[in-house]
Structure formats: C-alpha cells, structure tokens
C-alpha cells in the first residue's frame, strides 16, 4: 500500500473541517463519507463530486473503498463505530473523547488489542504543539524532578447559549453525557494525563448550567492526588471572557509554566537542585534561591494535520502513534470522576468503578428535563 484509503463517518462542522484539511495530508486519498444529513453531505460533495456517499457507517466499512475511517460523530457514537471498523478491516482515528464512559472506552479498547494489525489513532492535536512535546520531554527526562503540584487552567473555552443550540446532541446528559469535560476539555485533560500521568483521586466542584440554559457542566473546580503525594488543581468554563490557558507545573527541581500568549512558548525555572534536599541540608535560615530561568520557545502550533499525517504513516510503517486511541480512555476516566465527585460530593477513586459512573450516567438521563423541552 502506498496510499490510504480514507471514509469519514460524520461530515456535520468538524467532519468538514478535517476534509478540508486533506489536501495537506501526503498519501491520503479521500474515497467516501457516511451521513444521513443531505445537507451536510451536500456541502461535502460541492468540492469533492467524485466521493462515495453511504447512509450508514456499515455500508461505508463493507464497501471495500476504504482503508481507514474518520470518525467525527457525537461522542456517544465513538466506541460502536472504531469497533465497526476495526472488526471490519479498517485502520481507525477517532475524534475526541474517545467515549464518554470509561466502560464503553474499555469495551472499544478490549477489540482493539484483538486487531494489533491496524492503526488505531484518537485526534488529541494538542500533543502535536512543540511547546507541550518540549515540556514532556522535559519532565520524562526528570530534570523537573518529582511533580508535586500543578495548576491548569482551561477557561479558554467561552461558548455562548447559540452554541449550545446549534444541536440538538449537546450539552444533554444524552446526547453527550456531560458538558465541557466531555466537549472541549479531552484536549487539555489528555495533556495532563500525558505530561502528568493518572491520579489516584479527584475531587471537585462542579456547576450544572450557571452560566448558560443547559443540563451539564460548564464550570468544573477539580482538586487531584496523585500516587506521589503530588496534588494539581484543574479549572475549567465555557463562560469566561477572556479566558485564560495556563499552566504550572512544580517538581522537586523546578518549575514550568506556561500561557497562552505566546503560545509557543513556555518558562522554566531551573533550581539546579532538590529542594527537598536543600531544605534539610542547607545550614541557613534565610537562604537566597536563585533558579536559572529560560524563556523556551518551542515554534509551531498543534495541527489536526499532523494527526493525520501521522495515522497515514503509521499505517504505510514510516511512523509511530502520537496518540494512541487506547489512551484516551485515561481523559474519559478523569471526566468520568470529575462529574461523579461534584455530583456525589465525595472523593473518588482511581480506577474507578465503571459500572457505577454507568448507574449515575443513567440516572442523569432519566431525570433529564432536557428530554422533555
Ligand atoms: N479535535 C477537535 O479539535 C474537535 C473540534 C470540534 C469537534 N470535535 C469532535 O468532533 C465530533 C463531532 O462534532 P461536530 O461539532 O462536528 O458535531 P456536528 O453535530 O456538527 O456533526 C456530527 C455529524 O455526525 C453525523 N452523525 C451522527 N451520528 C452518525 C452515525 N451514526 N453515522 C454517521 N454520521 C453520524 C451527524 O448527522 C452530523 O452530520 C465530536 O465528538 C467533537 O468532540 C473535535
């Protein structure tokens, strides 16, 4: 195979946006698309009249013209239809999240180890920015020591209530099963997973619907512990302007932190040392703690192109996954946890017990008064 093949399964807002992206993605040809909406198929066929056109997902994985597929569907589709395609033949990339519980994200990931042949890749394009691949290298590399606390803070996220109008799925615990958690915060939870690993309890305060006519979360104050003692604080909204994107990451040794302008760049305090050691070896009460500070800047932006890119190597062997799709079950748990905690009021635990966050999801769309408007 010298190219791939690609079907894209959903072709409403983000579906297209990735379409029109193909032409940068070498070895790709686009083949064919499966949707029920005509006009959001209309829309397709307008650039591209030669494309193969499937009412369902099935038809599309049977058809033979295609090798890989795109899923760009509402979430709670994502885990049936990668199971679709890889028990189809089909190498697989499936929009964030991956799933909106992590039994379902399980489920998907349990066929997915059956079929180690094909590629199976999730579209976090945020770990394609330099600025976070420099900053993982730096922390893999230990040179910020042990993490002990973090801040992130994921407000850039404004959406006004036409957003959420704009379809019926949204911000229902039905449609999508949570609010900015499951909408736009995989990308930044999948970060901190990334950089930062899985913490072993969550906490958190979590606001259905303060700041706009919905069911779900749009203001998330989060409180993780981690295995190591470290603890990090996560905030997120979909109702400040203008928002903030920042980042700081303490270790034993130094310091990152990071904003969104420049987003390319980041700054590192380097204490040269641990400060954990120092604290007790140091003889003086008043010491002077100088860091070494570098301003680093990474160049580059994510690209959803790069993920493509990516999968498409991968799958021809030039290349390994930047973002396995496996992986993304991790972001679905800590979502998973931070809706359970703040609507529980207590801690939870990690791993987390998949069948209850199940009962509670199932609770929330019974009691849905969303349903009925
Ligand atoms: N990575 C990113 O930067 C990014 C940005 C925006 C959205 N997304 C993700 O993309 C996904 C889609 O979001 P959107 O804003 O495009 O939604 P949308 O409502 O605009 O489009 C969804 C499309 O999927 C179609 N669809 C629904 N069920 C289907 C099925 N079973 N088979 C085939 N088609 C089906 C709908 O008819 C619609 O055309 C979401 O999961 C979202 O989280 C990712």
């Avoid at 020591?145 to 036409?162: N, V």
């Avoid at 900015?180 to 995989?186: G, S």
């Avoid at 969550?202 to 003692?229: F, M, Q, R, W």
């Avoid at 209850?356 to 929330?364: H, P, Q, S, T, V």
Wanted: proline share 4%.
């Amino acid at each position: 195979m010298n190219e791939v093949r690609y079907g894209v399964i959903g072709v409403g807002g983000m579906g297209r946006n990735h379409i029109n992206m193909f032409k940068e993605v070498k070895d790709l040809k686009f083949t064919a698309i499966a949707d029920q909406v005509q006009d959001n198929i209309d829309q397709v066929l307008k650039d591209h009249p030669d494309v193969k056109v499937f009412k369902t997902a099935d038809e599309l994985v049977k058809s033979g013209e295609c090798d890989a597929i795109l899923i760009a569907t509402p979430h709670y589709f994502h885990p049936d239809l990668a199971i679709l395609g890889l028990e189809n033949g089909m190498h697989v990339l499936v929009e964030k999240p991956v799933a909106v519980t992590t039994k379902a994200a399980q489920k998907m990931n349990e066929v997915a180890a059956r079929h180690p042949e094909l590629v199976f890749s999730a579209m976090f394009q945020m770990r394609t920015n330099p600025k976070w691949a420099k900053i993982k290298q730096i922390i893999d590399a230990g040179l910020l020591g042990e993490i002990r606390r973090f801040q992130w803070t994921a407000t850039k996220w404004y959406r006004p209530q036409a957003y959420y109008a704009s379809g019926g799925w949204r911000a229902t615990w039905k449609g999508e099963g949570g609010g900015v958690l499951l909408n736009q915060c995989p990308h930044n939870i999948d970060l901190m997973y990334w950089l930062l690993g899985s913490p072993s309890t969550v906490s958190a305060n979590l606001s259905l619907g303060k700041h706009h006519d919905i069911e779900v979360e749009d203001e998330v104050i989060a409180t993780l512990t981690y295995p190591n003692g470290g603890v990090g604080v996560f905030i997120a909204s979909t109702s400040e302007v203008p928002g903030t994107d920042a980042t700081e990451i303490v270790g034993d040794k130094g310091r990152i932190t990071t904003s969104a302008e420049p987003g390319d760049q980041f700054v590192w305090d380097d204490f040269g040392k641990s400060i954990r050691t120092f604290t007790y070896e140091n003889k003086e009460a008043w010491p002077k703690l100088d860091t070494i500070k570098s301003v680093v800047t990474a160049g580059g932006e994510a690209k959803h192109t790069t993920i493509h890119q990516n999968f498409v190597n991968t799958i021809l062997g030039k290349e390994e996954l930047i973002a396995p799709a496996t992986q993304g079950i991790a972001s679905v748990e800590i979502a998973n946890a931070m809706i359970m905690a703040g609507i529980e009021g207590k801690t939870v635990s990690l791993p987390m017990d998949h069948d209850a966050y199940e009962n509670l999801l199932a609770k929330l769309i019974a009691e849905s008064e969303a349903k009925k408007k």
